[in-house]
């Protein structure tokens, strides 16, 4: 990002909450429930299967996992009650992972069991590295007992090398988003080239996909789109092996190339009262929202 954005994108922070949620509404599913039902049916009429995501980490109180439980059993019955093709997605530190390991495991478990009832799935996000073993041992606990859980693996950490070639030693091959990831994490713990995340990416997608793993590619990196569909097309893989997976909000046109040239494609809808913080991340990390948010800000009667 270039010096003058990331210095305007450090002040968002200091920007009023009204101005936020304007800039920012393309990109969250809402604030409650019945809203992202509404973003969830768009999403799918617009061809796309969808992953309701509550916003929310890092919680410190069993109190705040346990809302974020009966959130997601809520989302889960709304989602059978209105036929929307969705799964849901869940950060394990919003679940207590930091609180105590055994108490996230039974959280999870929870999810799996609701969903598993109502023939649906609960995809384990990948959090910053000091989660990484720990979320990997939850998953491979929880897939003991369920099929329809999946884990996310980041192209970016050194590691994941090892640990796909763990999760392909699985009985059954585990279902599987690739994703380059998003924490900063130190040069030891993480590549930082770009040409080098996206190399290790197509190298594990490879390995995910020889090893027989349903494969989530979560990328709005129109190269590493191209290198899957090539890697898709060598193959033949039938479209049932694997999805593309994007955020809502991001790239709506290469989601639309995507989706015409045959794909299976996934939104990751974002929502809950948890949206401001997350908006002020999503404007830092795009230069292009930053450089709306510059121009709003010297013409305001435009976002009036
Ligand atoms: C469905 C999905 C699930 C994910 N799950 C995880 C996870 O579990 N753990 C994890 O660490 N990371 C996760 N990520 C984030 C991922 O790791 C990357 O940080 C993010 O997708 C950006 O990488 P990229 O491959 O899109 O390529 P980039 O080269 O970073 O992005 C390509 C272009 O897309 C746009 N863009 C990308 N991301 C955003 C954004 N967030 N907001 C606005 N514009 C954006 C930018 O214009 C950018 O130039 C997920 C991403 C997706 C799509």
């Known amino acids: 990002m270039p010096l003058v954005d990331r210095a305007i994108a450090s002040l968002l922070p200091l920007v009023p909450k009204p101005f936020v949620r304007a800039v920012a509404r393309p990109y969250i599913a809402g604030e409650t429930v ?7 049916t768009r999403l799918n009429h617009d061809g796309c299967m969808a992953a309701a995501g509550m ?31 969705s799964n849901i997605h869940v950060k394990p530190t919003h679940l207590g992972l930091k609180i105590d390991e055994t108490f996230c495991f039974e959280n999870l478990r929870r999810l799996a069991e609701a969903a598993r009832e109502r023939d649906n799935f ?12 720990a979320t990997l041992a939850l998953h491979a606990r929880l897939r003991e007992e369920f099929d329809n859980v999946g884990i996310a693996i980041q192209a970016y950490l050194r590691r994941s090398l090892d640990d796909v070639r763990a999760l392909t030693t ?11 990831g998003v924490y900063i994490e130190p040069r030891t713990v993480a590549y930082r080239q770009r040409e080098i995340i996206q190399d290790n990416f197509v190298w594990l997608l490879q390995e995910l996909l020889d090893a027989g793993c349903y494969v989530g590619i979560a990328t709005h990196d129109e190269h590493l789109v191209w290198r899957a569909a090539q890697i898709i097309d060598r193959m033949r893989l039938d479209p049932s092996r694997y999805e593309f997976q994007m955020l809502l909000g991001v790239q709506p046109s290469l989601r639309r190339i995507i989706l015409d040239a045959g794909h299976r494609l996934r ?7 948890q949206w401001y913080p997350y908006s002020v991340r999503r404007l830092r990390k795009n230069p292009a929202i930053v450089k709306h948010v510059i121009q709003a800000m010297f013409s305001r009667e435009r976002w009036a």
């Open 34 to 40: 019945a809203e992202l039902v509404a973003a969830l």
């Open 55 to 85: 916003l929310g980490e890092l919680v410190e109180s069993p109190d705040e996992a346990e809302a974020a439980v009966r959130g997601y059993q809520s989302v889960l019955e709304a989602i059978e009650r209105r036929n929307i093709e």
């Open 122 to 133: 609960v995809r384990i996000d990948m959090e910053d590295a000091s989660c990484t073993t």
């Open 170 to 180: 699985m009985p059954t091959p585990p279902n599987v988003r690739l994703c380059k």
């Open 267 to 273: 939104v990751a809808a974002p929502f809950g009262p």
